[in-house]
């Protein structure tokens, strides 16, 4: 397996206020100290409205309101070629509704994601629920501190168990020592010190403990409580410091001043744990159970200090056993039960503070990083398994689920004597938007496709109906292809696209090479050539495409057509020109955005170098068909095609929907051909994957495709699968079929294609 070599932590960072902030500088610093030829960063999420002084280790940041940054900090990662990324997950760090702008990131990242949640919601509300599942589903695994959030995983959210992993909260590691040279040095001698430390809120439960005091003094008179943190930046910034000021009101009501300290400070770790060492008993009073994570718990447990809590989850796990001493909540005479009894028992807290100490040190920032770097390469293996499938080794290839049968009875039904219609309402063929060349060449193309050896070719009426639509489409007073029709067969227009003319002359270059009746291939190669010299004019990439992608078949067959063949070189070129003026380590493509039917430019250059021999056509095809694959293979390893919402966007990884079927089917089709073109299984697999997405691998999970009746869906929305179901849906999905059915009878013993067999290759 190779190394990894770079990682990114996305959460809070020091200097911001917060644990979650300090949790995700420490972990990365401990990744980096672990692996010292790693290189790690951080990708801050910084509150709206705030600026910080970030260290170095800050590679960008997030606004966490502004959506656009969270893809730009994709478009970063992606283009640093980082290995992994480990997202720290906590409500409220993140814009949108339930933190809902990260999904816009992590649908756009490439590499494998490994998420720690620092709370995991036993009952979260529709929209936290949504958001949890999607990431989820987005990370390779997930990571908890605490069986708690395991077992709420699996038991809410229904997370595959060997999808997660418990590690636990990471602490430094520092020698156990006695407290009293810490209580000189910071002016506390001679105290019995008692310590609560984090950003002061009122869920902290401090004023509980507050009460607890008097009782305590009455058993252990030199008792003073040290509550050592700043208020909470968002309480400060909504309320100011009123919450402070009650608690230190309620002393002062208790007659309790002289034994409770007020350090309004964020400190730094070395004084952290100056205080920590100086405490004899450490508590945390928190309200309320729903605390997975608890970072102040973690570090005061690990240098041995006796703890009284709260039963929070965390909690009620580290200090189980007698670890610690657990209390109700809100019970401030238990509180100043328990600590009064080890404050007065030097044997016993002793006895605790050796024992946490012992049992901590498989905690130690160190053993956490190991732990992290084994799940990242756990995930980043798991994630190349999923996306690259293993080349020729002689290991059986993996086998994905069985191809279904050939069913064109819906196809059928969304044809009537003039053609195929475009469009369905559900599933009942839709006049009013009449019929188009586009469809129609597909459904040609279908027609040559089911005459591959196995399949039951479609009727002559029926493939003669589809040839007659493209020839009445044929105007020769403009030398174009009309597209649109209505239902009361009128053209709607003089010429169609470019697109619309090369697709057709793509399916007419296919029925003069795989039509059944030589009467039919002859009028095709007849017509194919009357309508070629038009292309020369054309300034669409993908009606380059298209046309090659014919000129493969009719070239096959009218092999003494030079102009033809001037024309395929000359168009391959001009591809060759986009890739060239376009291409950058980053940004491997033709054009400056994503659109549609994309990897059929790839599968034009592979398909035109492999025919004539021109090796350069098919390694810049090879070429860029990977750099689309990493951007249409999502973390969790399925396909995802190229989404129509982000059309048009310049240099900008792909939107995740809306998701149409032909995309499948083009890149299906392309990785058919980069396999033919170099032999790599690899091809195969992603193709198979591809596939899978009609079957329901996509990210909703739905099955686009009715096996029994061969119907499809026309795509996948954001929150639902579109249930109209026209005719290029459903001829995508025969199409991309009737490849996959042809791969499964190669012989499976083979591991190169017989073109490359017969190269000696």
């Keep these: 397996m190779t190394p990894l070599r770079r990682i990114a932590v996305i959460g809070n960072s020091l200097p911001r206020r917060c644990g979650i902030a300090t949790f995700t500088t420490d972990l990365q610093q401990a990744i980096s100290t672990s692996r010292p030829t790693l290189e790690t960063c951080i990708v801050a999420m910084t509150d709206h409205g705030q600026t910080y002084d970030y260290p170095k280790a800050v590679a960008f940041q997030i606004q966490d309101d502004k959506i656009e940054e969270y893809t730009r900090a994709a478009d970063f990662l992606n283009a640093g070629r980082f290995d992994t990324v480990c997202l720290q997950h906590e409500f409220g760090i993140f814009g ?46 997930v990571v908890v501190m605490a069986n708690k959030g395991r077992e709420l995983l699996r038991s809410v959210y229904q997370v595959p168990d060997d999808k997660i992993e418990v590690i636990a909260h990471g602490i430094p590691d520092v020698a156990l020592v006695a407290p009293d040279a810490a209580k000189a040095r910071l002016g506390f001698d001679g105290k019995s010190i008692i310590l609560t430390f984090g950003l002061l809120s009122p869920n902290k439960g401090i004023e509980v403990m507050i009460d607890a005091m008097p009782s305590i003094l009455k058993r252990r008179a030199d ?8 208020t909470h930046p968002n309480l400060v910034r909504d309320q100011g410091e009123a919450y402070r000021n009650r608690l230190m009101r309620r002393v002062r009501e208790l007659g309790v001043e002289d034994h409770v300290v007020f350090l309004d400070r964020f400190v730094d770790l070395p004084t952290l744990l100056e205080f920590i060492s100086m405490c004899d008993v450490y508590v945390t009073p928190y309200l309320n159970e729903a605390q997975m994570t608890s970072g102040t718990l973690a570090y005061s447990f690990g240098l041995g200090k006796p703890v009284v809590s709260t039963p929070y989850w965390h909690a009620r796990e580290l200090l189980a056993n007698g670890r610690g001493v657990l209390v109700p909540f809100g019970d401030a005479t238990a509180i100043g039960s328990k600590i009064a009894e080890l404050l007065t028992d030097d044997v016993r807290r002793q006895a605790m503070c050796r024992r946490a100490y012992a049992v901590s040190r498989t905690m130690t920032w160190e053993r956490t990083a190991e732990h992290y770097m084994s799940v990242f ?15 020729n080794t002689g290991v059986p290839e993996p086998r994905g689920p069985a191809a279904p049968d050939m069913q064109i009875g819906y196809f059928l039904s969304m044809c009537d004597d003039t053609g195929l219609f475009q469009h369905a ?31 039951q070719p479609l009727s002559e009426v029926l493939t003669a109906r589809f040839a007659a639509f493209v020839q009445h489409a044929w105007n020769p007073d403009t030398g174009r292809f009309r597209n649109f029709m209505g239902f009361n067969r009128t053209w709607l227009e003089a010429s169609g696209s470019e697109d619309s003319h090369a697709r057709t002359l793509w399916a007419l270059g296919e029925t003069a090479r795989s039509d059944a009746t030589p009467s039919r291939r002859q009028w095709a190669a007849a017509l194919f050539a009357k309508a070629l010299s038009t292309v020369e004019t054309f300034r669409s990439p993908r009606a380059w495409a298209f046309t090659l992608l014919g000129l493969g078949a009719y070239c096959a067959v009218a092999p003494d057509d030079l102009h033809a063949q001037e024309i395929r070189h000359s168009l391959a070129d001009r ?19 994503l659109a549609y039917d994309n990897a059929r430019l790839p599968q034009a250059l592979m398909m035109t170098g492999a025919a004539t021999q021109t090796p ?22 399925h396909f995802r095609p190229v989404g129509t919402a982000g059309f048009g966007e310049l240099r900008q990884l792909p939107r995740a929907f809306d998701q149409q079927p032909v995309e499948a089917t083009a890149t299906i089709a392309a990785c058919l051909t980069a396999w033919r073109a170099d032999g790599d299984a690899e091809w195969k697999a992603l193709a198979t994957r591809a596939f899978t997405w009609f079957l329901g691998s996509n990210d909703l999970s739905v099955a686009l495709v009715d096996p029994h009746t061969g119907s499809c869906r026309d795509g996948l929305h954001p929150d639902r699968a579109n249930e109209n179901r026209g005719g290029e849906s459903v001829v995508c999905y025969l199409l991309g079929l009737a490849e996959i059915r042809q791969l499964a009878r190669v012989n499976a013993g083979l591991t190169k294609p017989a073109a490359l067999r017969a190269m000696g290759a």
Excluded at 112 to 128: G, I, K, M, Y
Excluded at 575 to 592: N, R
Aim: aromatic share 6%; proline share 5%; net charge negative.
């Design 96 to 141: 949108g509704e339930a933190g809902g702008h990260v999904l816009e990131l992590l649908s756009r990242l490439t590499m494998p994601v490994v998420t720690t949640f620092h709370t995991v919601l036993a009952n979260p509300s529709a929209a936290q629920r949504a958001v949890m599942e999607r990431i989820v589903d987005a990370s390779s695994k």
């Design 223 to 230: 008792a003073l409580y040290v509550v050592l943190g700043a």
């Design 377 to 391: 390469e756990s995930a980043s293996q798991g994630h190349w398994l999923k996306v690259i499938a293993p080349s």
């Design 425 to 455: 309402v559900h599933s009942v063929p839709d006049r009013s938007h009449g019929y188009c060349v586009d469809d129609n060449a597909r459904a040609l193309l279908l027609a040559c496709a089911l005459n591959s050896p196995g399949e």
């Design 575 to 593: 591809l060759m020109s986009c890739l060239a003026s376009v291409e950058t380590p980053d940004w491997v493509w033709f054009e400056e955005g």
């Design 616 to 637: 350069e056509y098919v390694q810049a095809g090879l070429r860029s068909l990977r750099w689309l694959m990493t951007r249409q293979t999502t973390p969790a390893g």
